[in-house]
């Protein structure tokens, strides 16, 4: 079974000048348990300096991931995916809330046992279940589901991620908290490597490309994090401030 595992213990951050759901993409660059891994990346949307961070030093705002944090998920018509994922969450975080975007409800009424996972997901504590027009698309799915948050941070994960145990959403927070950065990833076990930075470059005919750089970083150091790297793409897990990516039109 190719699950993802959701194990961030280390850290890259992104400065972005465009909005979150252009920008968010994956990054790999380490290992662990000998198995490859994606490191997380951090997006800064206020546009900060690239030679320096702001460290937001004093007291933390908020007390726990579950009282600051809401997962936001997308999916088409693949409930038992998002059930497992729920799962391998309330195995580390009990009444963390959890909002799904689903555009492919025909999936349920062809699929008896994809409909009881769906009516599982439906009728669940904690849970919100959003429905949309069929193939609304990924960008459209999470727009709706962060339009419904209402915690000052929020987690973007695709449905067929899952949560081990060793997930630490607490250090996505402390960066977040500890600078003026506004989105943080996670790496990913098991997943290809395709983060770093963008550049462009004109070819020959006078059209410009975008080009990505995989495992290139910036030298730049985060204050009281010196884990964490610079680049300019994030993959679909990050913690993100909610009204930051809402300032910039999610």
């Not at 595992?5 to 994956?26: G, H, R, T």
């Not at 997901?121 to 193939?135: F, V």
């Amino acid at each position: 079974m190719n699950e993802k595992w959701l194990v961030p213990n280390q850290f890259l951050i992104a400065p972005v000048d465009a909005p979150a759901s252009e920008a968010c993409k994956a990054t790999s660059w380490t290992s662990l348990f000998n198995k490859p891994l994606n490191a997380p990346i951090l997006s800064n949307l206020n546009r900060c300096e690239r030679n320096r961070l702001k460290c937001t030093r004093g007291k933390r705002s908020c007390s726990s991931v579950e009282n600051c944090v809401t997962i936001v998920v997308k999916t088409f018509g693949r409930a038992h995916l998002v059930a497992r994922l729920i799962q391998s969450l309330r195995n580390i975080y009990l009444s963390i809330p959890a909002i799904i975007i689903d555009d492919a409800l025909f999936v349920y009424n062809i699929n008896p046992k994809m409909k009881m996972k769906y009516n599982l997901l439906k009728n669940a504590s904690n849970i919100l279940y959003l429905t949309m027009k069929y193939n609304s698309g990924a960008s459209a799915g999470r727009n709706l589901g962060l339009s419904f948050v209402k915690t000052p941070y929020f987690l973007i994960v695709d449905d067929d991620f899952y949560f081990h145990k060793d997930t630490n959403l607490e250090y996505l927070l402390s960066v977040l908290e500890d600078t003026d950065i506004d989105i943080v990833g996670g790496k990913l076990i098991q997943s290809e490597n395709f983060s770093g930075i963008l550049r462009i470059t004109a070819k020959s005919h006078g059209k410009a490309q975008l080009i990505i750089h995989p495992s290139v970083f910036y030298n730049i150091s985060i204050p009281r994090h010196i884990n964490c790297k610079m680049c300019d793409i994030v993959q679909n897990f990050f913690l993100a401030k909610t009204r930051s990516v809402r300032i910039a039109d999610g």
